[in-house]
T-cell receptor, first 114, second 113 residues
């Protein structure tokens, strides 16, 4: 069955430093991968997606993600963190070769320290 | 351009009662998905509606049912509420074609006492 793992419950980064939020996935077919961000008491906001093509995907608010097929990973990155990036981040995978459901990871809380 | 809207914002119900949550999709979207997000967890897929029919379903009991209307809006119904049904219920809309991202509403916070 398809699955998504976010191995870190929380990531702390100093403002101005680069950040990485990790995600690994397991699907039987080609993976379609997404990152979403959730601010307190809000719904999820779409950041970026990987469908095919370039392994480096650029998204909203300066975020990007690198797709690595051999490591089955889709890590979220940003070159220089802002305090306003502090939020809950979710990785999600969709496997259209099976049941086409979207599965979310449990989330990683990102703290940017001023 | 209105995004995804959900009503009500908050709801308190008693065990055994029934509840209906509502969702209006983003303009131009024809597909609606519902998720349950328990505290400290990622969203869990409940089901998805397209063309007024349930297209996909997650691992939720039959107490959870839904409906999609001709204007693409949707309802989520939960019968015989349990304490464990307390959660944030998220609605997401998308377009059916291609690998489209989903746009989420702010959610309905359901508390079952």
């Amino acid at each position: 069955a398809q699955s998504v793992a976010q191995p870190e419950d929380q990531v702390n980064v100093a403002e101005g430093n680069p950040l990485t939020v990790k995600c690994t996935y397991s699907v039987s077919g080609n993976p379609y991968l997404f990152w979403y961000v959730q601010y307190p008491n809000r719904g999820l906001q779409f950041l970026l997606k990987y469908i095919t093509g370039d392994n480096l995907v650029k998204g909203s608010y300066g975020f990007e993600a690198e797709f690595n097929k051999s490591q089955t990973s889709f890590h979220l990155k940003k070159p220089s963190a802002l305090v306003s990036d502090s939020a809950l981040y979710f990785c999600a995978v969709r496997d259209i070769s099976r049941d086409d459901k979207i599965i979310f990871g449990k989330g990683t809380r990102l703290h940017i320290l001023p | 351009d209105a995004g995804v809207t959900q009503s009500p914002t908050h709801l308190i119900k008693t065990r055994g009662q029934q509840v209906t949550l509502r969702c209006s999709p983003k303009s131009g979207h024809d597909t609606v998905s519902w998720y349950q997000q328990a505290l400290g967890q990622g969203p869990q897929f409940i089901f998805q509606y397209y063309e007024e029919e349930e297209r996909q379903r997650g691992n939720f009991p039959d107490r959870f049912s839904g409906h999609q209307f001709p204007n693409y809006s949707s309802e989520l119904n939960v019968n015989a509420l349990l304490l464990g049904d307390s959660a944030l219920y998220l609605c997401a809309s998308s377009i059916a074609s291609g690998i489209a991202e989903q746009y989420f509403g702010p959610g309905t916070r359901l508390t079952v006492t």
